[in-house]
């Protein structure tokens, strides 16, 4: 039997956990796949796979939404899930560095391209001395930003930075004297409206509808695409290993292409 959990009672449950955790919990290998999504595009494409395609294979799922960016990986060591969808290789990696916990990456499905926004401005270039720009105060997402800026020209960065350096650790030019400020990843789109530019994940800008990009990452060669994630000693569980492959089917990639814009999400390569 398969079931969802609304996303604003899962995340008030999911606070609840955190605080009366007290250890992993062991998985039950003939019970549903537990999997930890945030609600776009993750939790869209995991439901497709759900109604269209895990019967077929014989896969029960259990989808559960998060808002917290922390929360799907906290539940995961936790022993709450046994796989979560939801993010990029280096911001494991951070997580991974300033937590700690064991987790196995399983399988690439989705990029959403980093892209800036402008609602007075229609290239970097146009962007005035002084301007206001916004990005995500995420370290990976932060960086990822920076790259964005200095891959059009507008600034240069030193060499060799670190995901976890300030931006102006970073920067080392900034010839339009750039007003960089960093905010939640979730509140960049309302920024769109106040900053002369704003660097948006394309997972927030789908929820906010944005549209009309003046600069966009390259999708090639990215390691920020959107995977799969577990725990080592799941990693080879059969549920887990079904899941990765409807995820990787020309089913999925076609849903994707068919329901997102190439600028908010695109299948992995």
């Known amino acids: 039997m398969r079931f969802r959990i609304a996303a604003a009672l899962l995340t008030t449950a999911a606070i609840g956990l955190a605080?009366?955790?007290?250890?992993?919990?062991?998985?039950?290998?003939?019970?549903?796949?537990?999997?930890?999504?945030s609600?776009?595009?993750?939790?869209?494409?995991?439901?497709?796979?759900?109604?269209?395609?895990?019967?077929?294979?014989?896969?029960?799922?259990?989808?559960?939404t998060f808002s917290d960016y922390n929360r799907p990986n906290e539940a995961l060591t936790q022993g709450e899930l046994e796989a979560n969808y939801y993010q990029h290789q280096p911001f494991l990696d951070e997580y991974r560095t300033e937590k700690g916990g064991e987790f196995a990456w399983v399988q690439p499905v989705h990029l959403e391209p980093l892209a800036v926004y402008s609602k007075e401005h229609r290239s970097l270039q146009d962007l005035p001395q002084g301007a206001k720009v916004t990005l995500s105060n995420d370290p990976a997402?932060?960086?990822?930003?920076?790259?964005?800026?200095?891959?059009?020209g507008v600034l240069r960065l030193k060499p060799e930075v670190s995901e976890s350096a300030r931006?102006?650790?970073?920067?080392?030019?900034?010839?339009?004297?750039?007003?960089?400020?960093?905010?939640?990843?979730?509140?960049?789109?309302?920024t769109v409206e106040e900053a002369d530019a704003a660097i948006v994940n394309g997972n927030y800008a789908l929820k906010?509808?944005?549209?009309?990009p003046v600069a966009i990452e390259s999708a090639e060669g990215s390691p920020y695409v959107n995977g799969l994630v577990?725990?080592?000693?799941?990693k080879d569980?059969?549920?887990?290993?079904?899941?990765?492959?409807?995820?990787?089917?020309?089913?999925?990639?076609?849903?994707?292409?068919?329901?997102?814009?190439?600028?908010?999400?695109?299948?992995?390569?």
């Open 19 to 37: 605080g009366c955790s007290t250890g992993a919990q062991a998985s039950d290998p003939n019970g549903p796949l537990r999997v930890a999504v």
């Open 141 to 152: 997402n932060r960086l990822r930003g920076l790259k964005l800026l200095a891959d059009n």
């Open 208 to 212: 906010a509808n944005l549209k009309n």
């Open 167 to 190: 931006v102006e650790e970073a920067v080392a030019e900034n010839p339009k004297n750039l007003e960089l400020s960093t905010l939640s990843p979730d509140q960049l789109p309302r």
């Open 39 to 64: 609600p776009q595009p993750h939790g869209e494409i995991l439901e497709f796979v759900d109604e269209e395609l895990a019967e077929r294979a014989g896969l029960d799922l259990e989808i559960e």
């Open 230 to 234: 577990t725990t080592p000693q799941l």
């Open 237 to 269: 569980d059969p549920r887990v290993v079904k899941l990765a492959e409807l995820l990787r089917s020309p089913e999925v990639a076609e849903f994707i292409r068919q329901n997102y814009t190439k600028e908010t999400v695109v299948p992995a390569a």
